[in-house]
């Protein structure tokens, strides 16, 4: 395997610790969305990780809810399920694939 180096000294970026389930989530979020205070709980007892990548899509899909008119959503990314107050750009709850049910109070669904 080939490998480039980077500098003269060949140090790459320095491998990053794991993080808690969310914590990745939260970040990618921070600037676009907002967790609510029952979210984040579904994120950590969950065990949800999402990342920027997803959180990216999350985001944009939000804003294609918005454009539509939209007021509360459900986003389906990579087999979860985000449920998100638009208005706000708040994740209201979040579900894991293997716990989807039925969803009420939306006006809208976005597949990401």
């Known amino acids: ?26 970040t990618a979020l921070r600037e676009a969305l907002r967790l609510s205070n029952h979210a984040q709980q579904r994120v950590h007892s969950r065990g949800v990780s999402v990342s920027p990548e997803q959180a990216q899509r999350l985001t944009a899909a ?9 007021r509360n959503a459900v986003v389906l990314v990579d087999g979860h399920a985000f449920v998100v107050s ?8 979040v579900m894991p ?11 809208g669904a976005v597949i990401a």
């Open 1 to 26: 395997m080939i490998r480039k180096l980077a500098g003269p000294e060949g140090s790459g970026p320095a491998p990053q610790a794991p993080q808690a389930p969310g914590v990745g989530f939260q």
């Open 62 to 70: 939000v804003e294609a809810a918005r454009q539509k008119g939209c």
């Open 86 to 93: 638009v208005p706000a750009s708040t994740v209201v709850t």
């Open 97 to 107: 694939a293997d716990r989807l049910r039925v969803f009420t109070n939306i006006d």
